[in-house]
C-alpha cells in the first residue's frame, strides 16, 4: 500500500486495485479512515476532527490528482506521490 502523501502526520494511501467507490485512507496516530475523493468526507473509520479537517481541504485541493491515481491504481500501476498541505 503506496503512502502517496504525508502531512502533519496524517499519512494518505491508496491501495492499488481496492474497490469502490473512489477513495484512499488515511491515517493519524491510532486513527484511520476511508476517505471519499469526490467529498472528502469519511465513509469508513474515524479521525480526529483536527486531522479529518486537514484530510478534507487537502482532498478538495487535490481531487484531479486523486482520481488520476484512483485510475492509475485500479489499472494495477502505482500511484504517484502528492504534495503535502505543508508542502513548501
Excluded at 474497490?19 to 491510532?30: I, Q, V
Amino acid at each position: 500500500m503506496p503512502t502517496i502523501a504525508w502531512f502533519y502526520g496524517i499519512a494518505i494511501r491508496m491501495y492499488v486495485r481496492d474497490h469502490p467507490p473512489p477513495h484512499f485512507r488515511a491515517a493519524y496516530a491510532e486513527h484511520e479512515a476511508n476517505v471519499a475523493i469526490d467529498t472528502g468526507e469519511v465513509i469508513e473509520g474515524a479521525l480526529p476532527r483536527a486531522a479529518a479537517r486537514l484530510v478534507k481541504e487537502w482532498a478538495l485541493a487535490h481531487q484531479h490528482q486523486l482520481r488520476e491515481n484512483w485510475r492509475r491504481a485500479r489499472a494495477g500501476e502505482q500511484p504517484e506521490r502528492i504534495a503535502g498541505l505543508d508542502a513548501d
